[in-house]
């Protein structure tokens, strides 16, 4: 028999109807049997009671006219975000999941320490294989799709994601701290996570001729390892960025981290 | 409180100046009180819900038609509820709890509200506040499946969790806001 807390799992999806006939049956007959379980599913059937009985409020009337009034307004100074979103460019989507892979293998535990590539390599496997679902993000952007496009369960898919210990902090996002993958799409900029916490530190390839228009918070506290870089004031936030093998980088930082500079010595070095 | 107007709006350009009008109008109802709901707080409700439609806005061109234009939607909204001011939260819940004590003490000179009237209102708002202090992530499962009838599927979609975690979260809602409100019943008794 199974213990209690397998049927409380089941309490709600049995009340809202998501539960199969058969495991329907198994909760409804383990509720006549376990006073505890039925006396818990009784407060649930209340809860829901009471919150579905809240009725629905009207709009106030000059809110819609507010709305379209400032995005109006707001028009001509949302959209120069939009060439930063890099999967609505193919090129620079791939351009994209290789900054991934630099940070991956830059950032896996290890990699600091072992020095050489080969070991960083090992280390960096699992974000490999998430870097390969990442690149089909363009076509497919949520869990579901990139299930049926992977024959996997759902349920794998989001759990080999997060194994993967690559989490994104995107400051512009609504989440700010850890998203998902499915919520990429809503956010103009990628932050990687360099070592959890409140730091974050993302790395994009500028293409040329695109506008600068984001950058994190303060980053006076930071050094680039002795590398020339440029600090730069824009839209009142500010950004580092720098030239390497004719290539342009942008770093920004959130939060000073004593591991920063050694994380962006070993992505000079590799570049 | 999903409805066909979805798929229309899938099918149309979204980015078109009538779209986004024809879009605002056809959510703006859901929005306001998934923001009432979420903020307990019908003044910041307004700000919060013109933020997330100009977000709405900024971000229509991200959207791909190939996820569910609604869910979209609440995974944006919901993702600025969530950190909508939440010092401005810790506060305000301690002052509308003051509010509905203070107008539970007022005088039946209100109104001709008659008595039966006034008491449900009260026990609305009373569910209301007690929805509102429920920690964010048990509020957000209970007030998409109660409020607004989403599905488990759909739910986790918009919050980034499994189906498992849903049904976990809403059994943690519903039995604390039962018990919430046992438990004010039995003080307004004692009064």
């Avoid at chain 1, 993302?202 to 930071?222: F, M, R, T």
């Amino acid at each position: 028999m199974k213990a209690c807390s397998q049927f409380l799992m089941l309490l709600s999806p049995l009340l809202d109807d998501e539960l199969t006939p058969d495991a329907g049956a198994r909760v409804t007959q383990h509720l006549v049997e376990c006073a505890a379980c039925a006396a818990e599913m009784a407060a649930i059937q209340r809860g829901r009671r009471f919150a579905r009985a809240v009725p629905e409020l009207g709009v106030p009337p000059d809110l819609s006219a507010a709305i379209l009034g400032r995005a109006e307004d707001a028009h001509p100074r949302l959209h120069p975000l939009v060439p930063f979103w890099p999967f609505a460019r193919p090129a620079l989507g791939a351009a994209f999941v290789a900054a991934l892979l630099v940070m991956a293998v830059a950032l896996w535990p290890g990699s600091r320490q072992d020095g050489p590539r080969t070991a960083a390599l090992e280390h960096a496997a699992p974000a490999l294989h998430l870097a390969q679902l990442v690149q089909h993000v363009d076509s497919a952007p949520d869990l579901d799709t990139m299930a049926a496009t992977y024959q996997l369960r759902r349920i794998d898919v989001e759990t080999a994601l997060r194994q993967a210990s690559f989490p994104v902090i995107c400051p512009l996002h609504p989440a700010g701290g850890d998203a998902s993958v499915t919520e990429l799409r809503d956010c103009p900029l990628i932050h990687l996570s360099a070592l959890g916490g409140e730091q974050a530190i993302v790395l994009l390839q500028q293409p040329a001729g695109w506008p600068i228009v984001y950058g994190e918070s303060p980053v006076e506290h930071l050094t680039l390892g002795g590398q020339p870089c440029d600090r730069l004031q824009t839209d009142g936030r500010e950004l580092l960025k720098w030239e390497r093998g004719g290539t342009r980088w942008i770093l920004v930082a959130r939060g000073g981290h004593p591991e920063l500079e050694k994380v962006v010595s070993a992505l000079v070095s590799m570049s | 409180m999903a409805d066909a107007t979805d798929d229309a709006h899938e099918r149309a350009d979204i980015t078109e100046p009538a779209s986004f009008e024809a879009l605002v109008h056809t959510y703006e109802r859901r929005v306001y009180n998934l923001a009432c709901q979420m903020l307990g707080d019908r003044e910041e409700a307004r700000d919060a819900m013109q933020e997330i439609f100009l977000r709405v806005h900024q971000h229509l061109d991200s959207f791909r038609f190939e996820a569910k234009f609604s869910t979209w939607l609440y995974r944006l909204a919901m993702n600025h509820l969530l950190n909508y001011r939440r010092a401005w939260l810790r506060t305000r819940f301690e002052r509308l709890d003051d509010i509905i004590a203070a107008k539970r003490r007022e005088p039946a000179a209100v109104g001709p509200e008659p008595e039966r009237q006034l008491l449900e209102r009260e026990q609305t708002e009373a569910v209301r506040c007690a929805i509102a202090k429920l920690p964010p992530k048990l509020r957000g499962a209970l007030v998409l499946k109660d409020l607004h009838g989403l599905s488990y599927a759909e739910i986790a979609g918009v919050l980034g969790i499994t189906e498992g975690t849903v049904a976990s979260r809403l059994n943690a809602a519903r039995s604390t806001l039962a018990r919430r409100l046992r438990d004010r019943r039995t003080a307004d008794a004692m009064r």
